[in-house]
């Protein structure tokens, strides 16, 4: 899988590209979370928090048949971020999830990350936004 790896993957991959030329920049403020409970929903927070900048796709709602209404609520969006920019910023990426992502000064929270492969490498990741109120 290495030839695909090399054309779908990494800086000069085409997942990033075409991020670079239709893309917008974001920037993700990773939560500092050494540990949460799920039922006091308590998150320990001891590691510092780290900001980097990724390209995304423009965010997009779900269409009305992807919201369940437990996972995907009404109001969230999606958006796709290139795996390079990510991996560039060396962070343990149980921190993406919960973290925060703003677009244009409009601040969302990560709800979900699932990771698209080519082969071996992850090309880029997708994620599932909840606005923050304000």
């Not at 949460?36 to 510092?48: L, M, N, R, W």
């Not at 969230?76 to 343990?92: G, L, M, N």
């Not at 993406?96 to 703003?102: H, N």
Request: charged share 25%; net charge negative; glycine share 6%.
């Amino acid at each position: 899988m290495a030839f695909f790896d090399d054309i779908f993957a990494g800086q000069n991959g085409v997942a990033n590209q075409i991020l670079d030329m239709l893309g917008v920049s974001a920037t993700i403020e990773l939560k500092a979370i050494e540990g949460y409970d799920p039922i006091t929903g308590v998150e320990t927070e001891t590691i510092a928090p780290q900001n980097i900048t990724v390209k995304a796709s423009p965010p997009e709602e779900y269409k009305t048949k992807e919201i369940d209404g437990t996972s995907i609520l009404e109001g969230d969006i999606k958006t796709i971020i290139s795996s390079y920019d990510v991996e560039q910023a060396s962070f343990d990426l149980k921190r993406l999830e919960r973290s925060l992502i703003t677009f244009s000064q409009e601040t969302f929270k990560i709800i979900s990350v699932e990771f698209v492969y080519s082969g071996d490498e992850k090309v880029v990741y997708n994620l599932q936004l909840r606005r923050v109120k304000k």
